[in-house]
């Protein structure tokens, strides 16, 4: 269901009025109005708790989200123009999921099962899900693994074998959380250039902000649930004053006049 006529290609994501308490009666997000055009890298920031996780997991619909329309709840999310409400399945295979934490993402006995697992899922024969996994593991430098068990390996080592798998199943959307959190620098250094590379639309949630100066020239500041800042990466986290109101440090990059404004 499009929901932009075919001249003008629709956001990769657009969020309205995005509400969303968990079982427990906790608000996560509330009202959370957004769009992100096709290609872009937009930064989640903002302090724990805030929201990001919860946003990020509401992008491939694994959360029912609502927007109050009158008594009735209305849609709130659409990826390149799809409402994820309706169109759940085929929104769940243009949105790749990294989560943030690789052993809820990693469950089968080697890392090849693994990353052929979305593939396999998604109707690719056997031997083309194999030669794309081993693919997208050569991508994450993890070729050598493929028959590795995943409990196995090291934390930065399953975090690159999920976002193998999640490449595997060609999304147009990545949605990142926390891709660089538990990197020694030489792995993180690794995880951002190849994350750099990736043409896809992407939404990370971080608290590293100096990879957003690198990765992202769009962050979005959220606290409570709510949106409080938009805009360019270098002006918003350049404003001292805003980012102490919400629990965030200026990163030192900038404190210290070292950045050249290059995802300004
Ligand atoms: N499964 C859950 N059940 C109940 N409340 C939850 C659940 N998961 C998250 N929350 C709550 O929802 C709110 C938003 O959490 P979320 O994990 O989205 O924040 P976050 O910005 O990603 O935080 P962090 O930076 O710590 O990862 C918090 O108040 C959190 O306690």
């Known amino acids: 269901m499009a929901t932009t ?4 290609p629709p956001p990769a994501v657009r969020l309205s009025g995005l509400t969303y308490d968990y079982p427990d009666g906790r608000r996560a997000l509330d009202g959370v109005s957004l769009e992100i055009a096709p290609g872009e890298s937009t930064a989640l920031v903002g302090p724990n708790g805030a929201g990001k996780s919860t946003l990020l997991l509401h992008l491939n619909g694994l959360l029912p989200g609502r927007r109050w329309s009158g008594r009735r709840s209305a849609p709130a999310v659409w990826i390149d123009g799809l409402d994820a409400a309706h169109d759940a399945v085929q929104v769940r295979r243009k949105v790749g999921l990294l989560f943030q934490d690789p052993d809820d993402q990693l469950f089968s006995t080697t890392v090849l099962e693994d990353v052929a697992f979305g593939p396999l899922n998604l109707g690719l024969a056997a031997d083309e899900a194999r030669r794309l996994a081993l693919e997208c593991l050569e991508r994450v430098d993890l070729a050598d693994a493929a028959d590795r068990a995943p409990h196995r390996l090291s934390f930065g080592e399953r975090k690159r074998v999920c976002l193998a798998g999640v490449l595997a199943c060609r999304p147009s959307v990545l949605a990142l959380d926390e891709p660089t959190a538990n990197l020694d620098p030489r ?3 690794r995880f951002l250039r190849l994350i750099a590379s ?6 990370i949630a971080t608290h590293d902000l100096e990879m957003v100066l690198e990765v992202c020239p ?9 949106v409080v800042a938009d805009g360019p990466s270098r002006r918003i986290l350049d404003d001292e004053t805003l980012l102490e109101a919400h629990g965030l440090e200026r990163p030192l990059s900038l404190l210290i006049g070292r950045r050249d404004g290059s995802a300004s």
């Open 5 to 8: 006529d075919a001249e003008t």
């Open 187 to 189: 792995g993180r250094r």
């Open 198 to 203: 990736l043409a896809a639309t992407k939404v």
């Open 218 to 226: 769009r962050t979005i500041l959220l606290d409570a649930g709510r």
